[in-house]
C-alpha cells in the first residue's frame, strides 16, 4: 500500500471554516480510508472538536502532542515549555496519535496543545520537523489533513513543507474573499523561501447562504480560479457548536435529521477530493 497523500487545509483569514471542513472531511475520509487529522493551531479547535476533555487531559499528562513533534527532545526533558507533559522521550506514532472511534469509523489525531504558542523563537530548522515526524508515520495512513492556523507562522511553514498538496477552504463573503491574494502571496512567499512549489487540490465554499450577494460572490471566485472550486459548497447550519460540545462529527450529529445537508455536502466534498487527490498527486 502506498503513503499517505498529506494536504494542508490552509487559509490565512480567520473563522472561514477551516477547521469545521478538516474535521468534517477528515470523518468522511476514514469511514474508508487510514486517517490521520494533524492540528497544528495553537487554538487547538479540532482537538478539542474530536477528543473528549478528559480523554484529551489524561493524554497531555502521560503522552505527546505536535509541540513535542516541534520540540528538540531534549527541550521537552527541562518540562520548561511543557509544563505538565511527560518527561524526555522521543515521539513517535504510539506515544502521539490518539485514535478515537465514533459509530464503527476510527480517526487519529495528533493533537494540539497551547502551549505551542511558546515556540515562537523556535530553534532553526524547527519548520522540518512536521515533515520528519510525518514521513515516518505516513506509511500507516492513506490520507493525512492538517488544519493550520489562520496566520503565517513557522505551524503555516511546516504545513506547507510536509504537504503534498493545500486545500483552500473559503466562506464567500466580500471581505474573506478579500483574503485571497493574501493567501497566494504568502504561498508564494513559502516558495520562494522553499525552492518548493505546492500544487493546490482546489477551494472549497464554506458557510453558505443562498444570498443573492453570496452567489455574485461565490460566481466571481469561480471565474478568478477556473477548474479550481469544488462544485459541492458546505451550507450554513445552527449544529457546530452543539457537534463540537458532544465531541461528534458534524455528519453524525443528526438530532432528529437536523442536518441532511451538511451531511450530503460532506459526502459529496469527500468524493470530489478523492477524485482530485487521484488526478493531481
Ligand atoms: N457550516 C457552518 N455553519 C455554521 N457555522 C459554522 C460553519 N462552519 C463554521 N462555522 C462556525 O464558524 C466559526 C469558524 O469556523 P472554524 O473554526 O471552522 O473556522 P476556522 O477557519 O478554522 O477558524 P480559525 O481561523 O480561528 O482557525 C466557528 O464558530 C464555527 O462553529
Ligand atoms: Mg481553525
Known amino acids: 500500500m502506498s503513503a499517505a497523500k498529506i494536504v494542508s487545509l490552509i487559509n490565512m483569514k480567520g473563522g472561514v471554516g477551516k477547521t ?12 474508508r480510508n487510514r486517517v490521520l487529522l494533524v492540528d497544528i493551531d495553537p487554538q487547538f479547535n479540532a482537538t478539542q472538536w474530536i477528543v473528549d476533555a478528559p480523554t484529551y487531559l489524561t493524554w497531555v499528562r502521560q503522552k505527546h502532542t505536535i509541540l513535542n513533534v516541534f ?14 507533559q511527560p518527561a524526555a522521550s522521543k515521539p513517535t506514532d504510539k506515544t502521539t496519535l490518539i485514535p478515537v472511534k465514533k459509530n464503527g469509523t476510527t480517526l487519529h489525531i495528533l493533537p494540539s496543545i497551547l502551549d505551542l504558542m511558546k515556540l515562537d523563537a523556535a530553534p532553526r530548522g524547527t519548520e522540518n520537523r512536521l515533515r520528519v515526524f510525518l514521513e515516518k508515520v505516513r ?9 493550520c492556523p489562520p496566520t503565517a ?10 504537504s503534498d498538496a493545500y486545500l483552500v477552504p473559503v466562506k464567500p463573503d466580500p471581505l474573506s474573499v478579500l483574503g485571497l491574494p493574501l493567501l497566494e502571496r504568502a ?11 505546492l500544487p493546490r487540490l482546489g477551494l472549497v465554499f464554506t458557510q453558505v447562504r443562498p444570498t443573492e450577494s453570496m452567489t455574485a460572490t461565490m460566481q466571481q471566485v469561480r471565474d478568478s480560479y477556473p477548474g479550481e472550486v469544488f462544485q459541492n459548497t458546505i451550507h450554513q447550519t445552527t449544529g457546530v457548536a ?6 461528534m462529527p458534524l455528519q453524525y450529529f443528526e438530532k432528529g435529521g437536523k442536518f441532511p445537508e451538511v451531511k450530503l455536502a460532506l459526502t459529496n466534498i469527500c ?4 477524485k482530485r487527490v487521484k488526478e493531481q498527486l
Request: hydrophobic content about 45%; aromatic content about 12%; charged content about 20%.
Open 20 to 31: 469545521t471542513l478538516a474535521v468534517g472531511l477528515a470523518w468522511e475520509l476514514a469511514k
Open 71 to 84: 520540540m528538540p527532545t531534549s527541550m521537552s526533558a527541562s518540562g520548561a515549555s511543557t509544563g505538565n
Open 139 to 147: 506509511g500507516n495512513f492513506d490520507y493525512i489533513l492538517i488544519d
Open 153 to 162: 507562522s513557522l505551524f503555516s511553514y511546516s504545513a506547507f513543507l510536509a
Open 187 to 197: 504561498m508564494l512567499d513559502y516558495e520562494e523561501r522553499s525552492g518548493q512549489e
Open 242 to 247: 452543539e457537534a463540537v460540545e458532544a465531541n
Open 271 to 274: 468524493a470530489e477530493f478523492v
